[in-house]
């Protein structure tokens, strides 16, 4: 195609799609003209070529057009500015030349005031703006997601930008974006759980400070309902002593022995009347005086404040039970110090506490159904609290028990003395048979009243404190069968006495500080354990004392007896433990000893002996343990006694390393 006089004629290249490598054609010469001064063609070349005449007439109407399009573009300038705020242009670490972008938009803005447009645009031709901007020519319609995203590929190609280097910038932009997302979730999360605990740590305060509120009111409005109470029932009680002073008293009797009402079903007398009839019933059985039940400080009055007050079972004042339920109550707060002195401060909650180790006490279940009573026909016959960590003392109300056979507190630390189970007019467990107090902390006497109890069988105060004498007229035990006094402090001399017991098996009063002589057992008839070692028993060894025959143990080492030892003892035919070591017995030992062929333990040492070892102590076919030393012998063991550790001798122990016994067979030579 050619163009202009044949004489300037410009031959147009091929087109091969770059805008930019075309020839002059209408289109662009019009363009440039209307460029002004940026055109490339002089004014000369124009009018040698003829093409202003050819397009003078069109060169206004062009200009027009050209404005309009620049109207458009500053539209598209304000959609643009859209679209970087959508797509983050001007963001630091982005990919695109935001200065050469800048550029651009510059240069399509000024259109609207005469400049050259950019070749690769195609507006200078009045064409419709590339499909990827999403706009349509004279189109206001505002940019949507999708035309941002084209006007943003638009400006990339303007710019020369690699699209492959905006995307990546958009994918860091969002991966920024969603990490920054993240990290405020996580703080929101952290955010959410602070309050939460802030919200815990909030209601837990309100309700410690809640519950200390109550546990403080009641800790000292109690105490002074206590003391109220007390008022009104000491004012009752006042009432009730004056109002009896100007009546004639009926008889105890009369109160008693009437047909009795239950009452347990009853609604309970006014509470100062309630403890008043109570507290008299305690008084007239003789179980408490009148003073310990007035003094508020004392344990039987906290057992009858609790009788009045606090039991659930609510018996009524002429219940059967109600003493035995009184009597129960007092040992319980007098082994149990801690527990009466919290009562006395008011804390009477404390029974239901873990503090209570006896199972079902102080409930409001049966004595029957209490740790450690036994009852036959809903009688008390049995109390026994062995092993219990019991403290305090042991007290006299438990008389109150009138049907007991057997009271066992041993192993524990009750302390004080062994209380006088008498009543005022009558005995109280009037048929004890066992009473078993030993290894507790017990001091004091041995009450004379314990002989008061004819029916007695066993009595074990073994390991306490006691002092005094064994007190006389021992013939009322006349079915004890067991006297078991060892480690206390007893002194003096066995009472004559003591050989009435004609039913006693046992006898021990062994690590004691007994005096005097041994005493005589003949009328012991049923005598099989006797041991009254380490004491201070002087004289010599009774030869009435074989006329036993039952005897098993025979032990009383560690004394001052002297003499010799009879030779009527090799009668002991039943005898399986003699002890006379560590006394000063002198003579021989006598070849009747033979004939015990049940004894086991045979102890001679720390003696005074002479002579030899007997060979026929050989026929002692059950001896275990034989020992000599620390004597005056002057022997050789015979092979006969040696030939016994071949059957049942385990021990055996001379004078052997002194060179005056020999010994083949010795376990220890001294």
């Known amino acids: 195609m050619m163009y202009g006089n044949e004489n300037n004629r410009k031959i147009a290249p091929p087109h091969d799609g770059n805008p930019r490598g075309r020839g002059i054609d209408r289109d662009d010469t019009l363009d440039e003209l209307s460029r002004g001064s940026d055109s490339s063609m002089s004014m000369p070349d124009v009018f040698d070529t003829g093409i202003y005449e050819e397009y003078a007439p069109n060169l206004s109407a062009r200009t027009e057009e050209r404005q309009n399009e620049g109207r458009r573009y500053r539209e598209q300038h304000e959609q643009f500015n859209a679209v970087d705020q959508t797509v983050n242009l001007h963001q630091p670490g982005t990919y695109v030349d935001q200065a050469k972008v800048a550029t651009v938009i510059q240069r399509i803005t000024g259109l ?41 590929s638009l400006f990339s190609r303007i710019a020369g930008l690699d699209m492959d280097d905006v995307f990546l910038d958009e994918m860091s932009s969002g991966a920024t974006k969603q990490n920054s997302d993240s990290q405020k979730q996580r703080r ?30 009641l800790f000292f409005a109690i105490p002074a309902f206590n003391g109220v109470r007390k008022g009104f029932s000491d004012f009752a009680a006042s009432l009730h002593d004056s109002s009896a002073s100007t009546t004639t008293k009926a008889p105890t009797s009369a109160v008693f022995e009437s047909p009795r009402i239950n009452m347990v079903h009853l609604r309970p007398p006014q509470e100062g009347i309630r403890i008043e009839v109570i507290k008299q019933r305690i008084i007239e059985a003789g179980l408490t005086n009148s003073r310990d039940l007035k003094n508020l400080q004392s344990i039987p009055f906290y057992a009858l404040r609790w009788l009045s007050d606090t039991d659930e079972a609510l018996l009524s004042p002429g219940d059967d039970h109600l003493l035995e339920r009184y009597a129960l109550a007092v040992l319980y707060y007098s082994s149990r110090p801690d527990i009466a002195k919290a009562h006395s401060n008011g804390k009477w909650w404390l029974f239901n506490s873990k503090k209570n180790r006896f199972a079902n006490w102080m409930t409001g279940a049966g004595v029957c159904e209490w740790q450690g009573v036994l009852c036959v026909d809903r009688k008390v016959m049995e109390l026994n609290l062995t092993n219990q960590q019991m403290e305090g003392t042991i007290p006299s109300e438990l008389k109150g028990l009138f049907n007991l056979l057997l009271l066992d507190l041993s192993s524990n630390k009750l302390g004080g003395s062994i209380p006088n189970f008498r009543g005022s007019d009558h005995l109280g467990m009037a048929d004890l048979r066992h009473l078993l107090l030993g290894n507790n902390l017990l001091t004091g006497k041995i009450p004379s009243s314990l002989l008061e109890y004819p029916s007695l069988m066993n009595l074990n105060l073994n390991d306490n404190a006691l002092t005094g004498k064994i007190p006389r007229n021992l013939e ?43 005493p005589s057992i003949v009328e012991m008839t049923n005598l099989e354990v006797l041991k009254l070692s380490s004491n201070s028993f002087r004289g010599t060894l009774p030869s009435d004392w074989p006329d036993q025959h039952r005897l098993r143990e025979l032990v009383v080492s560690h004394n001052q007896i002297t003499g010799t030892i009879p030779t009527t003892y090799g009668t002991f035919f039943y005898l399986q433990q003699l002890g006379l070591n560590s006394n000063e017995i002198r003579g021989t030992i006598p070849t009747e000893f033979s004939h015990m062929f049940f004894l086991q333990y045979l102890l001679l040492d720390s003696n005074q002996f002479t002579g030899s070892i007997p060979a026929e102590l050989g026929g002692m076919e059950r001896l275990e343990s034989f020992t000599a030393q620390n004597n005056q012998f002057h022997t050789t063991v015979g092979d006969n006694i040696c030939e016994l550790k071949e059957k049942s001798l385990q021990y055996i122990a001379t004078d052997c390393a002194t060179g005056d016994v020999t010994c083949d067979c010795c376990d220890i030579c001294y």
Not at 205 to 217: A, E, H, K, N, Q
Request: hydrophobic content about 40%.
């Open 188 to 217: 929101n999360s952290k955010l959410l759980h602070a309050n939460k605990i802030v919200d815990f740590c909030y209601f837990f305060g309100l309700f410690t400070l809640l519950f200390m509120s109550i546990f403080l009111v």
């Open 112 to 152: 609207a005031r005469g400049s050259n447009p950019l070749p690769s645009t195609g507006l200078a031709r009045g064409s419709n703006p590339p499909p990827s901007t999403g706009l349509v020519r004279g189109s206001n319609a505002p940019l949507t997601a999708d035309s941002a995203q084209d006007s943003f």
């Open 476 to 518: 009322k035990w006349s079915r004890l069968e067991t006297l078991d006094l060892k480690r206390n402090y007893l002194s003096g001399s066995i009472p004559g006495s003591v050989d009435k017991l004609k039913a006693v098996q046992t006898l021990e009063l062994q690590q004691n500080r007994f005096t005097g002589v041994l």
